[in-house]
């Protein structure tokens, strides 16, 4: 069993819509959570990053973590055609300082 | 600066045939990664070096081998090609601790016949 687990999607949405993106772990060790974007035939590129517990906005996009649960969410709003891309969550931290993704999540926003 | 360089960019292997893949920062860097990366399965953790002079296994360690050779450079080998390590593999680094952004290479595209 995968240490992050994403839901594979894809997914297509309408412009200006709502996303979310959700993902959970299972290691209580993990402290950092990172979205990161990638787009085709690229390296990913980091989105956005958070500490433990909470919520982070930064513009159109908000990141969420709930350690209790064990669940890490990206919302994106009013969703434009240049978000398509593959969306990875990342988990960081503990004594061995591996970074472990998930899956990915292709999204496509139709114009 | 350039960041993190893999390579090849690109390459051919046939089966049982062993090569190394490269990968240098210049970002002084601490802990560097490698990933392989297949249709729907994400970026898989192989093999990582927390710091210089340290390895350690990751999800996918079977098959691969690395060397941190310094502080810049962490090399992937794989020692007899298998049709299964077709992949795309990107290295990345981080600087020291947790949570820092982790910068990638540009991926090295594999393909083992």
């Known amino acids: 069993q995968k240490e992050v687990e994403q839901d594979p999607g894809p997914l297509s949405v309408p412009e200006g819509a709502i996303v979310s993106l959700n993902c959970t772990y299972s290691n209580s060790a993990f402290q950092y959570f990172m979205w990161y974007r990638q787009y085709s035939r690229k390296g990913p590129e980091l989105l956005m990053y958070t500490y433990s517990s909470g919520n982070k906005e930064d513009g159109r996009f908000t990141a969420q973590v709930d350690k209790s649960s064990k669940y890490i969410s990206l919302f994106i709003r009013d969703s434009q055609p240049s978000d398509s891309a593959t969306y990875l969550c990342a988990a960081h931290g503990g004594a061995t300082n591996k970074l472990i993704f998930g899956t990915g999540t292709l999204l496509a926003v139709q114009p | 600066n350039a960041g993190v360089t893999q390579t090849p960019k690109f390459q051919v292997l046939k089966t049982g045939q062993s090569m190394t893949l490269q990968c240098a920062q210049d970002m002084n860097h601490n802990s560097m990664y490698w990933y392989r990366q297949d249709p729907g399965m994400g970026l898989r953790l192989i093999y990582y070096s927390a710091s210089e002079g340290t390895t350690d296994k990751g999800e996918v360690p079977n098959g691969y081998n690395v060397s941190r050779l310094n502080k810049r450079e962490f090399s992937l080998r794989l020692e007899s090609a298998a049709p299964s390590q077709t992949s795309v593999y990107f290295c990345?680094?981080?600087?020291?601790?947790?949570?820092?952004?982790?910068?990638f290479g540009q991926g090295t595209r594999l393909t083992v016949v």
């Open positions: 990345a680094s981080t600087s020291q601790g947790a949570g820092t952004e982790a910068f």
